[in-house]
C-alpha cells in the first residue's frame, strides 16, 4: 500500500477582528470633540503619548487616564474596532511607519505653491482616512437596498446639495428613478410620503443639520430605508440610518467641511454607483450608452 502524504496542518490565519487598521489616530481626532469626559480624556492621552500606550494593558491606560477598563474598551469601540488588542496592533503600526502627508493648516504667509501643495495633500489624506473607515458590507448593503427600491430620493443641504445632485445625475445616467430634494421644505413634505419602497439617502458631513436630520427621521418613521453619507464622528443623523457609509476628514482654519468632505462623498458615492452598475452590468451598460447618445445631441 503506497505510503499517505503526511497531514498538513492549514496555516492559522491572524483574526479579522484583531488585525490593524490604517489612520487610528486620525479617526480618534475626528472623533475627539463628541467624545464624553473619560473617553476624551483616553483620547488625548493616546495622542499626546502613542508610542507609550502601544506597551500599556487596558488597566494601565485606565489608571493613566483616570478612566475604568470599561471606558477603555468603550473608546476603541468607538473607534470602530473590535477592542484593546486591535487598538494597539492598529497604534503600533501607525506609529512605526513613515507618515505620509501630514495635516497642514493654511498660513498667511503661504505663497501658491505651499496653497496648492497643502491642498492637494489634504484631499489625499481625506480619500486614505475615508478608505480606513467605508465599510465594503455597508456598500453591498447600501447596492441591494437601492436596487430593490422603485424610488431612490436624495436630501442635501448646504454644501451637501451640489453632492446630491451629482448623486442623482450619476443614478439617472445608470436609468434609476431617482431624485433630488435640496429644499429643506420639500424635503420634510417628500419625506413624510416616503414607504417601504422608497430608499432616501441622506448627505451630510456633520450630521447634526437640523433640516436633514428631521427629513431624515420623517423618511425613516414613514418606512423608508434610510442611508446616509456622514463623517466618522459620532451624530444624531446616525439613530435614523438604516445603512451608514462614513467618510473620515478633518477641518482646520482654512479646510472646513465644504472642501476636503466633498472629494471624500463623491468618492464614497462613486463607488456606491459603480456599485450598483456592477449589480446589472449588460443594463446599465445599455443605458448609459443611450444617455450618452441622447447627450451626444447636444455637443457640436
Given at each position: 500500500?503506497?505510503?499517505?502524504?503526511?497531514?498538513?496542518?492549514?496555516?492559522?490565519?491572524?483574526?479579522?477582528?484583531?488585525?490593524?487598521?490604517?489612520?487610528?489616530?486620525?479617526?480618534?481626532?475626528?472623533?475627539?470633540?463628541?467624545?464624553?469626559?473619560?473617553?476624551?480624556?483616553?483620547?488625548?492621552?493616546?495622542?499626546?503619548h502613542?508610542?507609550?500606550?502601544?506597551?500599556?494593558?487596558?488597566?494601565?491606560?485606565?489608571?493613566?487616564?483616570?478612566?475604568?477598563?470599561?471606558?477603555?474598551?468603550?473608546?476603541?469601540?468607538?473607534?470602530?474596532?473590535?477592542?484593546?488588542?486591535?487598538?494597539?496592533?492598529?497604534?503600533?503600526?501607525e506609529?512605526?511607519?513613515?507618515?505620509?502627508?501630514?495635516?497642514?493648516?493654511?498660513?498667511?504667509?503661504?505663497?501658491?505653491?505651499?496653497?496648492?501643495?497643502?491642498?492637494?495633500?489634504?484631499?489625499?489624506?481625506?480619500?486614505?482616512?475615508?478608505?480606513?473607515?467605508?465599510?465594503?458590507?455597508?456598500?453591498?448593503?447600501?447596492?441591494?437596498?437601492?436596487?430593490?427600491?422603485?424610488?431612490?430620493?436624495?436630501?442635501?443641504?448646504?454644501?451637501?446639495?451640489?453632492?446630491?445632485?451629482d448623486?442623482?445625475?450619476?443614478?439617472?445616467?445608470i436609468?434609476?428613478?431617482?431624485?433630488?430634494?435640496?429644499?429643506s421644505?420639500?424635503?420634510?413634505?417628500?419625506?413624510?410620503?416616503?414607504?417601504?419602497?422608497?430608499?432616501?439617502?441622506?448627505?451630510?458631513?456633520?450630521?447634526?443639520?437640523?433640516?436633514?436630520?428631521?427629513?431624515?427621521?420623517?423618511?425613516?418613521?414613514?418606512?423608508?430605508?434610510?442611508?446616509?453619507?456622514?463623517?466618522?464622528?459620532?451624530?444624531?443623523?446616525?439613530?435614523?440610518?438604516?445603512?451608514?457609509?462614513?467618510?473620515?476628514?478633518?477641518?482646520?482654519?482654512?479646510?472646513?467641511?465644504?472642501?476636503?468632505?466633498?472629494?471624500?462623498?463623491?468618492?464614497?458615492?462613486?463607488?456606491?454607483?459603480?456599485?450598483?452598475?456592477?449589480?446589472?452590468?449588460?443594463?446599465s451598460?445599455?443605458?448609459?450608452?443611450?444617455?450618452?447618445?441622447?447627450?451626444?445631441?447636444?455637443?457640436?
Amino acid at each position: 500500500m503506497a505510503d499517505r502524504p503526511p497531514r498538513t496542518t492549514p496555516p492559522v490565519n491572524k483574526r479579522a477582528d484583531t488585525a490593524p487598521v490604517d489612520n487610528v489616530l486620525s479617526r480618534i481626532r475626528v472623533r475627539q470633540a463628541s467624545l464624553g469626559p473619560s473617553t476624551r480624556s483616553i483620547a488625548n492621552f493616546v495622542l499626546e503619548h502613542p508610542g507609550q500606550v502601544v506597551g500599556m494593558s487596558v488597566t494601565e491606560l485606565a489608571e493613566a487616564t483616570g478612566a475604568s477598563d470599561g471606558s477603555v474598551i468603550n473608546f476603541c469601540r468607538q473607534l470602530g474596532l473590535s477592542g484593546f488588542q486591535q487598538f494597539k496592533l492598529s497604534l503600533a503600526q501607525e506609529t512605526v511607519r513613515p507618515v505620509q502627508f501630514i495635516h497642514e493648516d493654511l498660513q498667511p504667509t503661504d505663497d501658491t505653491a505651499a496653497v496648492c501643495r497643502k491642498m492637494f495633500h489634504a484631499g489625499i489624506q481625506a480619500l486614505r482616512d475615508t478608505l480606513s473607515v467605508l465599510d465594503p458590507d455597508a456598500v453591498s448593503a447600501a447596492v441591494k437596498a437601492i436596487k430593490g427600491a422603485e424610488r431612490i430620493e436624495i436630501y442635501g443641504i448646504g454644501s451637501s446639495a451640489p453632492i446630491a445632485e451629482d448623486a442623482q445625475y450619476r443614478m439617472l445616467r445608470i436609468g434609476l428613478n431617482v431624485k433630488v430634494v435640496t429644499d429643506s421644505h420639500i424635503q420634510a413634505i417628500s419625506a413624510s410620503l416616503t414607504g417601504p419602497k422608497v430608499v432616501v439617502l441622506t448627505i451630510s458631513h456633520s450630521g447634526a443639520t437640523h433640516e436633514t436630520l428631521a427629513s431624515t427621521r420623517l423618511a425613516k418613521e414613514a418606512g423608508a430605508t434610510t442611508i446616509v453619507v456622514t463623517n466618522f464622528a459620532n451624530s444624531p443623523l446616525q439613530a435614523f440610518a438604516d445603512i451608514k457609509l462614513f467618510t473620515m476628514s478633518r477641518e482646520t482654519k482654512f479646510r472646513t467641511e465644504a472642501m476636503t468632505s466633498r472629494i471624500a462623498q463623491l468618492c464614497v458615492l462613486d463607488a456606491l454607483v459603480a456599485g450598483i452598475a456592477l449589480d446589472d452590468y449588460e443594463q446599465s451598460v445599455s443605458v448609459l450608452q443611450k444617455t450618452f447618445n441622447v447627450l451626444s445631441l447636444k455637443r457640436f
